[in-house]
Nanobody, 122 residues
Framework: QVPLVESGGGLVQAGGSLRLSCRSS????????MGWFRQAPGKEREFVAA???????AHYADSVKGRFTLTRDNSNTLFLQMNNLIPEDTAVYYC????????????????WGQGTQVTVSS
């Protein structure tokens, strides 16, 4: 299993910002869309954002559009900049990769990280 390693989670007040990172192993994911899901307590896991491999276009869930920004560098490290955080953003955030962007937007992934906790206090 090729690892995806998340970092950057933590506790922040509503209105604050956090930046999540996801490191991957070398060029294994060169051809994969990559992105983030989240799972809040008692809720199903949901798609947050994904970015394509070649032209690096980012796609977002409506709930985070305009507040979150996803980028990807040449080593396939992801950065999720989260601004104007609200308590509803509290969840475990998982980095993921899938061979098809549409599949990821529908909730599927071939590879998963172990997750990082984000807690937003009101």
């Amino acid at each position: 299993q090729v690892p995806l390693v998340e970092s950057g989670g933590g506790l922040v007040q509503a209105g604050g910002s956090l930046r999540l990172s996801c490191r991957s192993s070398g060029g294994f994911f060169n051809d994969y869309p990559m992105g983030w899901f989240r799972q809040a307590p008692g809720k199903e896991r949901e798609f947050v954002a994904a970015i394509t491999s070649i032209n690096r276009v980012a796609h977002y869930a409506d709930s985070v559009k305009g507040r979150f920004t996803l980028t990807r560098d040449n080593s396939n490290t992801l950065f999720l900049q989260m601004n104007n955080l609200i308590p509803e953003d509290t969840a475990v955030y998982y980095c993921a990769a899938h061979f098809a962007l549409q599949g990821m937007k529908m909730g599927s992934a071939d590879y998963w990280g172990q997750g990082t906790q984000v807690t937003v206090s009101s």
